[in-house]
C-alpha cells in the first residue's frame, strides 16, 4: 500500500510570526532536546561497548582468539560512533552558548554564520549514525535561514561566509579532540588489536574444524530494538526524505521495522498533526 503524505508542520511555517528573540528561544530549546537523545545514545553506546569488551575479555582468557577479535572490532566499531556523537554534543553546546548570546545582546549578524556553519557539519557526521537527529538539525537550521532571511542578514551573512566557516571550523576540532580525550578517558583499552587477523592466529584445532565445517559461527548480538518514539521520529524522516509517500513494504524493509510498529508510528504522526494520510 503506498500513501501520499500531503501535510507537514515545517518549523518555518509555524514560527514564521514570532519575534526575534522568541524565535532563538525556540531555537535553543529544539537543540538542548537534540543534546539530551544524543546524552541517551552515548549512553546506550557504552553500555553497549561494556557488553562487547566484557566478552572479548572472556574469550581472551579462554583462548579463543578468534571471538575475541570479532569482539574487540564491535568494540572498535561502537567507539567510532560515540565520538561522533560526543563531539556533536560538544559542538551543539557551543552553538547553544552562542544562540543565547544572540538572545542576550541581539547581535544577530555577528553570530549567526558560526552557527549556521557548525550545525551543518554536525547534520552530515549525525546522518549515518543518528539519522532522526540529523533530519531535526536540518529543520532547525532552516528555521534558523528563515529568521536570517526575514531580517535581512543573508547578504552580509554570505559576505562573512569565509570566516564564519573557519571559526565553525575551529570549534569542530576542538570539539573532536576532547572526544577523542574523553573517550580514551571513558572507554578501556581493548584486550585484543580490532584490526588483528582471526586466522593468523588460530591454533590448529581451530583451523581444522574449520576446513571440518565443524566450526561455530561466533553469535553476536544484535542492537536493542528501537523504541516507539525513536521509531515514529525515523518514519517522520523517511517521510520527508521520500517527499511524503510510503510503500509499506520497502519503508519496513528499509527500516528494519516490522509492519506493524510501523503502521502503529504513522498512527501516531496522524494523532499529532504531523502527517495526514490520503
Not at 20 to 44: G, W
Not at 85 to 93: I, K, M, N, P
Not at 129 to 158: D, Q
Not at 189 to 205: G, R, S
Request: charged share 30%; aromatic share 4%; with cysteine.
Amino acid at each position: 500500500m503506498t500513501w501520499k503524505i500531503f501535510s507537514f508542520r515545517v518549523g518555518k511555517d509555524l514560527f514564521s510570526r514570532m519575534p526575534l528573540k522568541e524565535r532563538i528561544a525556540q531555537a535553543i530549546f529544539r537543540f538542548e532536546t537534540q543534546l539530551s537523545r544524543l546524552e541517551q545514545t552515548a549512553s546506550r553506546l557504552q553500555q553497549r561497548d561494556r557488553e562487547m569488551f566484557e566478552r572479548c575479555i572472556g574469550a581472551r582468557a579462554q583462548g579463543d582468539v578468534a571471538h575475541a577479535v570479532i569482539y574487540a572490532n564491535e568494540c572498535a566499531e561502537i567507539r567510532k560512533m560515540a565520538k561522533i556523537v560526543l563531539s556533536s554534543q560538544l559542538a551543539l553546546e557551543r552553538v547553544v552558548l552562542r544562540l543565547k548570546t544572540i538572545e542576550e545582546v541581539g547581535d544577530i549578524l555577528t553570530h549567526l554564520g558560526p552557527v549556521l556553519s557548525i550545525v551543518k557539519e554536525t547534520k552530515g557526521k549525525l546522518t549515518s549514525v543518528i539519522p532522526e537527529v540529523s533530519s531535526e538539525l536540518e529543520e532547525i537550521t532552516e528555521f534558523l535561514n528563515g529568521t536570517a532571511e526575514e531580517a535581512g542578514l543573508t547578504p552580509e551573512i554570505n559576505t562573512n561566509f569565509e570566516a564564519s566557516s573557519e571559526e565553525a571550523k575551529r570549534v569542530l576540532e576542538e570539539a573532536s579532540a576532547i572526544a577523542e580525550q574523553k573517550l580514551k578517558e571513558t572507554y578501556p583499552d581493548l584486550p585484543v588489536p580490532p584490526e588483528e587477523e582471526a586466522e593468523t592466529v588460530k591454533p590448529p584445532e581451530a583451523e581444522a574444524l574449520t576446513e571440518a565445517g565443524e566450526a561455530e559461527t561466533p553469535e553476536v548480538e544484535s542492537p536493542p530494538a528501537p523504541s516507539p518514539e525513536e521509531v515514529k521520529e525515523m518514519l517522520y524522516a523517511y517521510l520527508k526524505q521520500h517527499g511524503g509517500e510510503l510503500t509499506l513494504p520497502q519503508c519496513c524493509q528499509e527500516l528494519n521495522v516490522p509492519r506493524e510498529v510501523v503502521s502503529e508510528a504513522l498512527e501516531l504522526l496522524q494523532q499529532e498533526g504531523k502527517i495526514k494520510l490520503q
